[in-house]
């Protein structure tokens, strides 16, 4: 099974960025479709972006324009620059190892957009 390692979560003031890296175990992360996810508290957790081993994205509606994904396969990681932060942003953001299976989660990194 693929481990996850998030990093890059914190306090952030409305309008502001931050980056969030995703490091992954495995000597073929190439051929991984990753994605991230974000869980408020109380909510249910929801897919944010994805990217596919060709480096083909999807974002969620609410943070399209805002948010990119990408990866660094020599490092073997997976990135989630966010801008134009608000405060419903907020929410513990989680890592994915969605394909090949078995599929993977990381503990999760917290972000909190707060003045």
């Known amino acids: 099974q693929v481990q996850l390692v998030e990093s890059g979560g914190g306090l952030v003031q409305p309008g502001g960025s931050l980056r969030l890296s995703c490091a992954a175990s495995?000597?073929?992360?190439?051929?991984?479709?990753m994605g991230w996810y974000r869980q408020a508290s109380g909510k249910q957790r929801v897919l944010v972006a994805r990217?596919?081993?060709?480096?083909?994205?999807n974002y969620a509606d609410s943070v399209k324009g805002r948010f990119t994904i990408s990866r660094d396969n020599a490092k073997n990681t997976v990135y989630l620059q966010m801008n134009s932060l608000k405060p419903e942003d907020t929410a513990v953001y989680y890592c994915?190892?969605?394909?090949?299976?078995?599929?993977?989660w990381g503990r999760g990194t917290q972000v909190t957009v707060s003045s």
């Open positions: 994915k190892h969605i394909y090949p299976p078995p599929e993977s």
């Open positions: 495995g000597s073929i992360f190439s051929i991984y479709a």
């Open positions: 990217i596919s081993s060709g480096g083909i994205t």
